[in-house]
């Protein structure tokens, strides 16, 4: 391939992710978009479903090392160094912010099929540690810088979520959206680049739209026990 396609798979593959994202991203969910429009209320069930998401959210996230963590260990991609730096330090800012919203809202809300729900979450988990540790160049890459992405969307209900507990959101440092996209453009080097990538993405939007099918499940449920 010569390098001169470079730019033209670079546009194809910032093109294809911001898609995957508006698509399919945690924002276009309808459980998330229920959590934020619930955010004003002021009734209990809102605010469980909140700590409910925020838990889950830690067992996934909330863990060091995480998912960019795993890629910048793995990436040799020069061009993605200081992303990859500032996405790091970013991040370990978000865990921090899971944990103290967590404890903010209160106590995990009682819900059936406690057992089975963690250990779904434990499996996806395994499954991001397994993406972003791929010797596939360019899948682990792809996670991290949907994440990034993604996380945007979730930050807007950890916000409001923050505010429904009383607390102040916490300022998000991790790279924006233009920088992101300059790093997934500086990576797609070559088709076999490009795929991985797309793979890595896709994973990582999957395994956040399994959670909040979980959380909406369980939502479900309490609403369901309390008729």
């Known amino acids: 391939m010569k390098h001169a396609h470079f730019p033209q798979m670079g546009g194809e593959i910032s093109s294809v992710i911001e898609t995957l994202v508006d698509v399919d991203g945690s924002a276009a969910h309808r459980h998330v978009q229920r959590l934020k429009a619930a955010a004003n209320d002021r009734g ?7 700590a409910d998401a925020v838990h889950y959210l830690c067992m996934l996230h909330g863990r ?19 992303w990859l730096l500032q996405a790091c330090e970013a991040f370990a800012d978000e865990r921090a912010y899971l944990t103290r919203l967590s404890v903010a809202l209160g106590p995990l809300p009682s819900t059936s ?15 991001l540690e397994m993406l972003s540790q ?16 993604d996380w945007a969307g979730i930050r ?11 607390t102040e959101p ?14 997934a453009r500086s990576i797609a080097s070559d088709e076999a680049a490009i795929r991985a990538i797309q ?11 399994g959670l909040w099918d979980l959380m909406q499940v369980r939502a479900e449920i309490r609403a369901a026990e309390e008729l």
Not at 136 to 149: K, P, S
């Open 44 to 50: 209990a069930r809102p605010l469980a479903c909140m």
């Open 64 to 82: 060091f090392p995480g998912v960019i963590d795993h890629a910048a260990s793995r990436s040799a991609d020069n061009g993605a160094r200081h």
């Open 113 to 127: 099929g406690h057992n089975s729900s963690e250990s779904n979450v434990l499996q996806q988990r395994h499954a």
């Open 134 to 149: 791929s010797d596939r160049r360019g899948c682990a890459m792809g996670a991290a810088i949907t994440l990034v992405l």
């Open 156 to 166: 807007e209900f950890l916000d409001q979520a923050a505010i429904r507990a009383g």
């Open 170 to 183: 916490s300022k998000c440092g991790l790279p924006s959206v233009m920088d992101t996209m300059a790093v």
């Open 199 to 209: 793979f890595g993405a896709r994973q990582l939007l999957g395994q956040h739209r």
